[in-house]
């Protein structure tokens, strides 16, 4: 069974913080990770995608990806209260011609002002 | 209207009775997928659609029945539904082609209630 595991959390950071998210996986074939983000009540939407090992930076975000250890992790510099939300970490699970995301159960993350 | 619309964006219902969700995307995708989010569960795929042809069922039971006409448009048909099939159902849509298929752009849900 391919799963991913993350911390659900919450993870409590004061504002202006570093807030860290770790998600590891377990298909070592994977090529391709992705962080979305899902406010209360709202539908999750994709905030950084990975796909070779090492950083990726994106403004505020960074994600890190360390496919020997299958792991990836996702870095907020300066958090805000607007940052508070669940994180989702997934990875595509491909078999064949058959591509799919496996998720995990998110992160909750508070940033207290 | 942009992105990806469903309706209703609430809805109770009896177990007996015969309701649809309706999903709707602007983003000229080529796919699209019906999702099921419960509480302390990560998010179930239930159908994909690619090209207005199933290619995924993930064993959902039958009272489950997805339709999907054209490219834009998808409805999850429902009838006979348990309690615990009370959830949050997304639908999302993507390109096919590439790296593009696992970008999904989600709808915001539609909240179902079975009393």
């Known amino acids: 069974q391919k799963e991913v595991e993350q911390n659900s959390g919450p993870l409590s950071v004061p504002e202006g913080a570093i807030a860290s998210l770790n998600c590891t996986y377990s298909d070592r074939v994977s090529q391709s990770f992705f962080w979305y983000r899902q406010y209360s009540g709202k539908s999750p939407e994709l905030i950084m995608s990975i796909y070779s090992n090492g950083d990726k930076e994106d403004g505020r975000f960074t994600a890190q990806l360390n496919k020997a250890s299958q792991y990836v992790s996702l870095l907020i510099r300066d958090s805000q209260p607007s940052d508070s939300a669940t994180y989702l970490c997934a990875f595509v699970f491909a078999a064949g011609n058959n591509r799919k995301l496996i998720w995990g159960l998110g992160t909750s993350l508070a940033v207290n002002p | 209207e942009t992105g990806v619309t469903q309706t209703p964006r609430h809805l109770v219902m009896g177990m007996t009775n015969k309701k649809s969700l309706k999903c709707e995307q602007h983003?000229?995708?080529?796919?699209m997928y019906w999702y099921k989010q419960s509480a302390k569960k990560p998010l179930e795929l239930m159908f994909v659609?690619?090209?207005?042809?199933?290619?995924e069922n993930n064993s959902v039971p039958s009272r489950f029945s997805p339709e999907c006409p054209n490219s834009s448009h998808l409805f999850l048909h429902l009838h006979t539904l348990q309690p615990e099939d009370s959830a949050l159902y997304l639908c999302?849509?993507?390109?096919?082609?590439?790296?593009?298929?696992?970008?999904?752009?989600f709808g915001a849900g539609s909240r179902l209630t079975v009393l």
């Open positions: 983003l000229g995708h080529n796919a």
């Open positions: 999302a849509s993507s390109q096919i082609a590439g790296g593009g298929a696992n970008v999904l752009t």
């Open positions: 659609y690619s090209l207005e042809e199933r290619v």
